[in-house]
């Protein structure tokens, strides 16, 4: 009798390593959506996210607009943070207009601090007119956005440039 080995011809994954890269993203996914969902609340990491996106918008807006400070058209580029709201002025403070330039935190619990005021110039860099210290260089403003289990920090350094710090 003549015995030949069979040759196995292998392809694709074994069902273990099949089943350990299903676990491994699951872990993953896990993870991320953890950053961005609380239990029933909105983070202070996705606060901080959209805050950062607001004061760029408003920003920029300054930014390409030549208007004088003393128009009413200005409040669009002013930047007011308070304890539920922030964005432009004239979002913060209209309730009847829905704008993109704003984060307000209705029913959560969490908020801003502190209340301020803050103006950009037609390069972008900031200026306080309430609130807080406009920064040199090598100084930011500093925004705080806080929760009862998390809170995050958005940063406008001297030269205008907006992060999370």
Do not use: W
């Not at 580029?77 to 984060?103: D, H, K, M, W, Y």
């Not at 803050?118 to 090598?138: E, M, Y």
């Amino acid at each position: 009798m003549d015995h030949q080995p069979i040759a196995k011809n292998i392809k694709g994954f074994t069902l273990v390593e099949l089943i350990i890269v299903i676990i491994v993203a699951a872990i993953l996914s896990l993870y991320a959506s953890s950053k961005y969902i609380g239990v029933s609340q909105f983070s202070a990491q996705a606060a901080q996210q959209q805050g950062i996106a607001v004061i760029r918008q408003i920003q920029l807006g300054r930014m390409q607009s030549n208007i004088e400070d003393s128009s009413l058209l200005h409040q669009r580029f002013r930047l007011v943070v308070t304890g539920q709201c922030l964005g432009s002025q004239q979002a913060c403070t209209t309730n009847t207009q829905p704008l993109s330039n704003v984060v307000v935190l209705e029913n959560q619990d969490m908020n801003f601090s502190p209340s301020m005021t803050i103006d950009f110039d037609l390069l972008g860099n900031p200026t306080c007119s309430s609130g807080c210290t406009t920064p040199v260089a090598g100084q930011s403003i500093r925004i705080l956005v806080a929760s009862t289990q998390d809170q995050q920090e958005i940063c406008i350094n001297s030269q205008g440039y907006v992060y999370g710090c």
